[in-house]
């Protein structure tokens, strides 16, 4: 959570304890990025005045960064979120099975 609050430039009683409570996740972090301390932050996720963008233009390249430099998900986010828990439980279970066509 407070790793989060960090990369958006934000503080951490801005994010709510259990992300999955949260009815719209999208809105919420555009919102949150609207108070970064963060130029950068606004300008890339913040959808530019006047648009009918729901994201900024580059919502999804930070969102990337924060997950691949930042974010702990065995750590800390599994145990805050039940619905990530269960798909990283999935994830680890699966097994793919190979057939051989013709076989």
Not at 14 to 21: F, G, Q
């Given at each position: 959570?407070?790793?989060?609050?960090?990369?958006?430039?934000?503080?951490?009683?801005?994010?709510?304890?259990?992300?999955?409570?949260?009815?719209?996740?999208?809105?919420?972090?555009?919102?949150?990025?609207?108070?970064?301390?963060?130029?950068?932050?606004?300008?890339?996720?913040?959808?530019?005045?006047?648009?009918?963008?729901?994201?900024?233009?580059?919502?999804?390249?930070?969102?990337?960064?924060?997950?691949?430099?930042?974010?702990?998900?065995?750590?800390t986010a599994c145990r805050r979120?039940?619905?990530?828990?269960?798909?990283?439980?999935?994830?680890?279970?699966?097994?793919?099975?190979?057939?051989?066509?013709?076989?």
């Amino acid at each position: 959570m407070a790793r989060f609050a960090d990369f958006l430039g934000v503080r951490a009683d801005r994010l709510p304890e259990w992300p999955d409570m949260t009815p719209d996740p999208k809105a919420f972090t555009v919102n949150l990025a609207q108070r970064s301390r963060r130029r950068d932050i606004r300008d890339d996720i913040v959808p530019a005045f006047g648009t009918t963008a729901q994201v900024g233009r580059n919502y999804v390249g930070r969102l990337m960064e924060f997950a691949t430099t930042s974010w702990q998900i065995d750590k800390t986010a599994c145990r805050r979120s039940p619905s990530l828990n269960k798909a990283m439980t999935a994830v680890q279970r699966f097994s793919p099975k190979v057939t051989m066509e013709g076989q």
